[in-house]
């Protein structure tokens, strides 16, 4: 029997002077891939799923019936064997074992996983996904969508990597691009010329503040975000490995929204039209804004015939392939580059053999870590490689596992700054006005 080829595999642990690094096992600390023809669990209920009724007792005659048949297909098998004699068995190939069974993985015990590498909000937002009803994400990023803004908040994001760097970005330059200035001038004049056009008083109070109404965060995004800030999953690593905010939402994006607005104005009457027009010229000063998160959590594919690779896991952990543990870090680098950040935030690539398992591509076979010296496929040491398609497989099967958008409630700050626009001369019919005849 060939002597399997153990492979090189990552995982998460601690540093005496670095904190969470990853550190790699190689040699004879390597895994062995297994062939087997058997699969992740998805046999376990879904949460609130109700078990399937109790098959019926079959009557004497199906009994009768039914061993007939099942003597029938023995003597067939027999004479089958003695014409066809059983092959030797194949040779075991080197790149991986072949055992018929392995210690089970069920895809419901991911959550757990997490809980136990401390990430308690991944695991939370995992559970949550399994116990919803079956939905699929349709990519459309204001679209109508079951949505979660209680479990993730903008102050537990900042916690990590770089996501407080990529927030005062948003906040002391990008909300002051020439794009953003465009869009809060649009959105405030219209809600100054709807509060101005739509009163008889001459001197109405124009300033205001936005709030979420009823709970609709989903609204409130559509109708005062201003600009936004895409965070990848290099900003919420801590010294290159995954966090908590890596798991539960890898690339994600902070948006900044109008909060509180003053107007001043200066008010005037066009007697030259017919009729008379009052009229006011007014500037605005945005104040305050609100800050928030927001992401969906889905398991969609851009590419259905390569889904997105997601770790191999098991009961007590992960292990990867990839050093910082996803397809998408790769984006356009070749595989057998390595990339990690400087000292100056830049990309740097290293000619190494970022891969395991195979150069190019993960494979789908689950490995033994061999951890213990005298035992194969313990089940601490088994992983099972999931993908973005192994949870929609198990959708397919359960009729559940709900994608959902991920916000963060809008927390109110106030600019160092404030923005001041002119806005655009806005004018009522004179008779609409208190005073007017």
């Known amino acids: 029997m060939a002597k399997v080829r153990k492979v090189p595999y990552y995982t998460i642990g601690s540093s005496v002077f670095h904190g969470k690094v990853w550190k790699k096992h190689d040699g004879s600390r390597g895994a062995v891939p297994i062939n087997t023809p058997q699969k992740i669990s998805y046999d376990r209920l879904a949460p609130g799923e109700a078990p399937p009724p109790p098959p019926t007792r079959p009557t004497a005659n199906q009994s009768k019936s039914r061993q007939a048949e099942a003597d029938k297909y023995k003597q067939l098998a027999k004479q089958s064997a003695k014409q066809h004699p059983k092959e030797p068995p194949k040779p075991q190939s080197d790149d991986a074992e072949n055992h018929a069974a392995i210690p089970e993985f069920d895809l419901q015990d991911v959550p757990d996983a997490m809980d136990k590498m401390g990430w308690p909000i991944a695991a939370t937002i995992a559970r949550k996904w399994f116990t919803g009803p079956s939905h699929v994400y349709n990519d459309k990023a204001d679209g109508e969508q079951p949505l979660d803004d209680t479990t993730v908040t903008i102050d537990w994001a900042l916690k990590y990597g770089k996501v407080q760097e990529r927030l005062n970005e948003l906040v002391s330059a990008d909300i002051r691009s020439e794009k953003a200035l465009a869009l809060i001038r ?252």
């Open 186 to 437: 649009h959105k405030v004049t219209e809600h100054v010329t709807k509060t101005f056009t739509g009163t008889k008083s001459t001197n109405p109070n124009l300033g205001f503040e936005t709030a979420v109404i009823n709970s609709d965060i989903r609204q409130f995004h559509i109708d005062w975000q201003i600009q936004r800030k895409m965070v990848d999953i290099f900003d919420t690593l801590d010294r290159l490995t995954l966090t908590d905010l890596s798991a539960t939402l890898g690339n994600f994006i902070l948006y900044a929204a109008i909060g509180k607005v003053e107007i001043s104005k200066e008010k005037f009457f066009k007697y030259d039209r017919k009729p008379a027009e009052y009229c006011i010229d007014s500037v605005a000063k945005l104040t305050h804004i609100y800050v928030y998160l927001k992401d969906n959590y889905s398991f969609n594919d851009v590419d259905h015939s390569n889904s997105q690779y997601l770790g191999h896991w098991n009961r007590s952990g992960m292990v990867t392939s990839y050093i910082l543990a996803a397809n998408d870090l790769l984006g356009q680098i070749r595989p057998g580059w390595k990339m990690r950040l400087d000292h100056n935030d830049k990309l740097e690539k290293k000619e190494i053999n970022w891969d395991y398992l195979s150069i190019g591509k993960e494979i789908d076979k689950p490995v033994d870590t061999r951890r213990r010296f005298f035992r194969k496929l313990f089940k601490k040491d088994v992983y099972w490689p999931v993908y973005n398609r192994t949870y929609n497989e198990w959708r397919a099967k359960h009729k559940r596992g709900e994608d959902f958008m991920i916000y963060s409630k809008p927390e109110l700050r106030k600019l160092k700054t404030p923005i001041v626009i002119k806005l655009e001369t806005i004018c009522r019919p004179y008779f609409s006005t208190a005073t007017g005849r």
